[in-house]
């Protein structure tokens, strides 16, 4: 099992808790391309402006989508820096144009859009600490048998506290997954993470559980995949 140390990981992650999370000052979006044809998306990872309100980042969502490319050698898109769009709540937007041009440049079979929901410790916590979110298997098209495979890859590594299509479905037309699925006909799914599993300063243990479930599910995936 992969370990990471919590150091190297608060290094990784300074890019984009940069400027009070509005990250680094620059392009907005960072990409990273990879052998396989899967997408590993992260467009919180730095703040967003949504209706006119600052729209806190999704902490280490972005860290989590660059060690998964670097690990599945696979292809990555994050937020670096705040450009003033929610990417998951605006339809039509760069990040999203970005997105079709590198499924259709590079074959791409499947997108895992990575999200960050309240903690353990947050008032509005809702008891469960992972939400995949695959609009009812509607943006899975075809491929739903990746849905049962995400879920069996999380309760290998005990991960078993979550909830599929409950309060975050990836419904509505302007959300990443369901807009590649619709746009792109390209299987997405969206994957809500709470702060216990994804930040590793919050729990490093329950972080490398997250990253070595993923990286299961994605290696098993593959092979379906026969790459």
């Known amino acids: 099992m992969l370990e990471f140390d919590l150091?190297?990981?608060?290094?990784?992650?300074e890019k984009y808790g940069a400027n009070s999370f509005d990250g680094t000052y620059?392009?907005?979006?960072?990409?990273?391309?990879?052998?396989?044809?899967?997408?590993?998306?992260?467009?919180?990872?730095?703040?967003?402006?949504?209706?006119?309100?600052?729209?806190?980042?999704e902490r280490y969502t972005g860290t989590i989508a660059e060690i998964l490319s670097e690990h599945i050698d696979?292809?990555?898109?994050?937020?670096?820096?705040?450009?003033g769009i929610d990417d998951n709540y605006i339809l039509y937007t760069r990040y999203k144009d970005t997105i079709g041009d590198i499924i259709d440049s590079n074959d791409i079979?499947?997108?895992l859009d990575l999200h960050g929901m309240l903690?353990?410790?947050?008032?509005?916590?809702?008891?469960?600490?992972?939400e995949i979110g695959s609009n009812y298997g509607k943006n899975l098209l075809n491929d739903r048998f990746i849905l049962d495979l995400i879920i069996d890859s999380l309760?290998?590594?005990?991960?078993?506290?979550?909830?599929?299509?409950?309060?975050f479905k990836a419904s509505k037309p302007y959300t990443v997954s369901n807009y590649i699925a619709n746009?792109?006909?390209?299987?997405?799914?969206?994957?809500e993470i709470s702060s216990d599993y994804r930040n590793?300063?919050?729990?490093?243990?329950?972080?490398?559980?997250?990253?070595?479930?993923?990286?299961?599910?994605?290696?098993?995936l593959l092979k379906i995949y026969r790459v």
Do not use: W
Request: with cysteine.
């Open 7 to 13: 150091n190297y990981l608060i290094k990784r992650e």
């Open 26 to 57: 620059g392009n907005p979006i960072k990409y990273l391309d990879g052998r396989n044809p899967i997408l590993i998306s992260a467009p919180h990872s730095v703040n967003q402006n949504r209706e006119g309100k600052l729209k806190m980042g």
């Open 74 to 83: 696979c292809h990555m898109i994050t937020k670096l820096c705040n450009d």
């Open 109 to 111: 079979k499947f997108v």
């Open 119 to 130: 903690s353990s410790t947050d008032a509005g916590f809702r008891g469960y600490h992972i």
């Open 155 to 167: 309760n290998k590594y005990n991960i078993k506290d979550l909830k599929v299509d409950y309060k």
């Open 183 to 191: 746009n792109f006909n390209t299987p997405a799914l969206q994957l």
């Open 200 to 220: 590793p300063v919050f729990n490093i243990k329950n972080f490398n559980l997250l990253i070595n479930s993923l990286i299961n599910f994605l290696n098993s």
